[in-house]
């Protein structure tokens, strides 16, 4: 049942050699990619294709609703990995609207085990009450929580210790908070970015 996606790599690789020889040696030589992702599992969200870049241009970190959660060895992993080992530039939490995560958080079912993972945006939810009641489209409101989740999870890349400590040794390091729309194959900036701790407290000012 798999056997055809043997057969599309090999024409991916065959292609990718046609078009630059040396593509793949250059690729197995490093990684240094200038991008941490942290994005949603979503299969119709992948990191590389919608921002137009080429395998080893992006680092990439995907889970449920893309959450960013400091008790995660996984997540915090990656970062740590991606801040002190590749030194990426930007890391870029990128959330999507109609994310079933999200969604999941908030319909009042039990799902089993993903509802402890989606306990941040139901607190997320809950701390928003009054802003989300207001909007009467019920769609529209699943979308406006699918945003807040974003700001939150920067909120968290941005205060946890690695990038702290980055940009306490002046380390160029912007974290930034972005939507993408499934229907329309665009990217919305949250204009939620952070590039020290000066920005940090402006953004996230109580």
Known sequence: MVAHLLENNRHWAAARLEADPDFFARLARQQRPRYLWIGCSDSRVPANQIVGLDPGEVFVHRNVANQAPPQDANYLSVLQFAVEVLQVRDIIVTGHYGCGGVIASVDGERHGLIDHWLHPIRRIAEERREELAAIADPGARQNRLCELNVVRQVENVASDVFVQDA????????????????????ITDLQVSVSGRDDFDRVFAS
Request: net charge neutral; proline share 0%.
């Open 167 to 186: 940009w306490a040794r002046d380390q160029a390091l912007c974290v930034h908070g972005w939507i993408y729309s499934l229907h329309t194959g665009l």
